[in-house]
């Protein structure tokens, strides 16, 4: 039976994966026309998640009043909308116009690593326009670049979405066999992206660290990885200068993995996306079920 429904699910997702490839085409002009009414229908008619991001944003910054975190919330779901058009935008953006929209602040980061012929981990969040941040990895050094990513269940949104991630020379490593393709490509002299602030799929199995006022759960696989092949670590600043332009900063987590404590790692990359956040909280995606685990036992990172 199950089957069945996700067969007939795949048939009907064709449709609206040919409209996606309509939009794409259009002019980003056109496309930010379409963003103001997605953020109407997401936000004002459909309140998509706005108990979850109404909840987060309250425990995140207690301190602030109810119209503060109102006027967080609103742009939130405004720039949520950017970035929904931006990702359809993905399907067929050319790299021209891609260089243009997400500029590499400070290629020599990556450069220096690459020349010492030290493999990387680019880390960061769901923060300003992770996706473009992610798909331009190719474009920023002369490494083989990699991304980290989470199958979608729907086959055919997932084919199109590696298509998409993947057109301009990334390779992408499905996140349930990261241990294996990562020893694959071991040899290689490779960047690997990777999007850290999920809530873990096994809280039992992840660092505990205060983020946002809060016991966090984060998962350990950039620190693990970075540990294992004692890479360089870096962590992505994005931000957005104007509507549909952003930036990418890398600073330096460590040169050298195996050189750190245990939970360092974790603790500074965590700790540069919380300082993102605070400065610019309207740009983090609220709407995601971060803090659905609680800790029990399990030690705090100071």
């Not at 950017?82 to 400070?106: A, C, H, Q």
């Not at 790692?265 to 400065?279: D, P, Q, S, V, Y």
């Amino acid at each position: 039976m199950g089957g069945k429904k996700q067969k007939i699910s795949a048939i009907l997702s064709y449709p609206l994966l040919w409209l996606i490839y309509a939009l794409s085409v259009l002019p980003m002009s056109v496309l930010y026309i379409l963003s103001n009414g997605i953020y109407f229908i997401l936000y004002r008619v459909f309140a998509y998640r706005v108990k979850v991001s109404r909840s987060n944003l309250r425990n995140a910054f207690p301190e602030k009043s109810e119209k503060e975190l109102l006027d967080i919330e609103k742009k939130f779901y405004k720039h949520l909308a950017d970035v929904v058009v931006e990702t359809v935008k993905s399907f067929t953006i050319s790299e021209t116009e891609l260089n243009k929209r997400m500029v590499l602040l400070n290629p020599e980061v990556l450069d220096e690593f690459y020349k010492r012929g030290r493999k990387t981990i680019a880390v960061t969040g769901h923060f300003a326009n992770w996706e473009w941040a992610a798909i331009t990895l190719p474009f920023q050094s002369k490494y083989s670049p990699q991304g980290v990513y989470l199958p979608i269940k729907n086959h055919v949104f997932n084919d199109a979405m590696i298509k998409s991630r993947s057109r301009f020379g990334i390779d992408l490593l499905h996140a349930g066999r990261m241990k294996s393709e990562m020893e694959a490509r071991k040899d290689i002299l490779s960047v690997t992206g990777f999007i850290a602030d999920q809530s873990p799929s096994n809280p039992d199995y992840a660092y505990w660290i205060n983020f946002l006022n809060q016991e966090t759960s984060v998962a350990k696989g950039t620190e693990k990885y970075a540990k294992l092949y004692n890479t360089a670590v870096v962590f992505g600043v994005i931000k957005k200068v104007k509507r549909g332009y952003y930036t990418l900063e890398y600073k330096i987590v460590t040169e050298a993995a195996e050189t750190t404590s245990e939970t360092d790692i974790t603790r500074m990359h965590t700790g540069f996306l919380e300082e993102l956040i605070k400065a610019e909280p309207q740009f983090w995606l609220w709407s995601h079920k971060r803090w659905k685990h609680k800790k029990l036992d399990t030690p705090v990172a100071a």
